[in-house]
C-alpha cells in the first residue's frame, strides 16, 4: 500500500478494489529540490501527495514573489484556483527540498473513485481540508 492510500485510509476506510484503482492512477515522482510541479498559466489538473519532503505555492505580484501556502510531509498540495475550474492558475508550485511525491490526475480519476465508492462527504472532507 502506497503512502497515499494510507493517507486516505485514515479518512475514510477503503476497499481493495478501491485501493488498487486509486495505486493505478498515481504516479510516483521523486522530484528535485527547485523542480515545478505548476507553472503559472498552466491548467492544473492533479494533486500531488508528499509522502516525503517539502513545497511552497506562490504567485507573482509585481514582479515578485509571494507564498500562498506550505505544504509538507503527508500533505496534498495543488492549485485549487484551478484544479475545480479548469481555468489557467495564478500559482507556480515549487519542491523546496527533494521528494517524494504521488501524483494523479483529479477530476476523472480520484474524484470518479471516491464519488463512485462512498457518499461525497469523504472527498468533500479532503477538498476541506486541502482545498
Known amino acids: 500500500m502506497n503512502a497515499f492510500i494510507n493517507f486516505l485510509s485514515k479518512i475514510t476506510p477503503l ?32 494533486f500531488h501527495f508528499l509522502a516525503e519532503g517539502f513545497a511552497r505555492v506562490y504567485y507573482l505580484k509585481d514582479g515578485k514573489d509571494v507564498t500562498a501556502w506550505f505544504t509538507g510531509e503527508g500533505g496534498i498540495v495543488s492549485a485549487i484556483d484551478s484544479l475545480f475550474t479548469g481555468n489557467p492558475s495564478i500559482y507556480h508550485i515549487e519542491i523546496l527540498e527533494d521528494a517524494e511525491v504521488y501524483s494523479g490526475e483529479a477530476e476523472t480519476g480520484l474524484y470518479s473513485i471516491l464519488s463512485g465508492y462512498r457518499p461525497q462527504e ?6 476541506n481540508q486541502y482545498g
Do not use: M
Not at 478501491?18 to 503559472?40: E, S
Not at 469523504?122 to 477538498?127: D, Y
Open 15 to 46: 476497499s481493495i478494489e478501491v485501493q488498487q484503482a486509486i495505486n493505478a492512477i498515481t504516479v510516483f515522482r521523486k522530484p528535485a529540490k527547485g523542480d515545478l510541479l505548476l507553472r503559472n498559466g498552466e491548467i492544473c489538473r492533479e
Open 122 to 127: 469523504h472527498l468533500s472532507r479532503i477538498r
